[in-house]
């Protein structure tokens, strides 16, 4: 679902497909955080650095994923990102840099 935070910008701006929550959808790489764990989150974000590796073209601008309506603490998704931190094209959050630095 596309209801609020980053996800109904994407869905409104970026032309996310609504019922479309898991990888490239429109111009954007949908990462669900409501339904699961931190495990299950890691596995999406595991994903999409493997994406954005795989598709060195394209900018994947990261939102504050999970850390909104979600209720995830930056302090819990942004380790996530430690590999993706990596790739020249994917920009994090300054919360995020914070923490991985």
Request: hydrophobic share 40%.
């Amino acid at each position: 679902m596309h209801g609020g935070g980053a996800a109904r910008i994407a869905y409104e701006k970026f032309g996310a497909k609504w019922g479309e929550g898991i990888g490239m959808t429109g111009r954007c790489y949908a990462i669900p955080t409501m339904d699961g764990s931190l495990d299950i989150i890691r596995k999406h974000v595991d994903d999409f650095t493997e994406y954005a590796a795989a598709h060195p073209e394209q900018t994947f601008l990261v939102t504050r994923i999970g850390c909104g309506i979600a209720s995830w603490r930056d302090s819990e998704i942004a380790p996530l990102f430690g590999k993706a931190s990596e790739l020249d094209n994917v920009t994090l959050p300054e919360e995020f840099w914070k923490i991985l630095q």
